[in-house]
């Protein structure tokens, strides 16, 4: 895997990134923000991405135990 090469945040090992996203996905984040379900758009980013992490490694456990 490949290094990025962006500005390092003063932030836990966090780097800040430049993405374009639908816009009827950001507004939906836009709104999970408001109703306070994420503190902002970077924590429902990082939120759904562990989620989805999660999500695989489960579904890779559960293809082994098949086998």
């Given at each position: ?9 003063d932030?836990?090992g966090k ?11 950001l507004?939906?984040l ?17 939120y759904?991405i562990?989620r ?16």
């Open positions: 895997m490949q290094k990025r090469m962006g500005k390092k945040e932030n836990k780097e800040r990134i430049t993405i374009t996203i639908d816009d009827n996905l507004a939906w836009d709104r999970k923000v408001v109703d306070k379900i994420f503190a902002n758009r970077s924590h429902g980013f990082e759904i562990k989805k992490i999660e999500e695989e490694k489960a579904e890779e456990k559960k293809a082994g135990e098949g086998q």
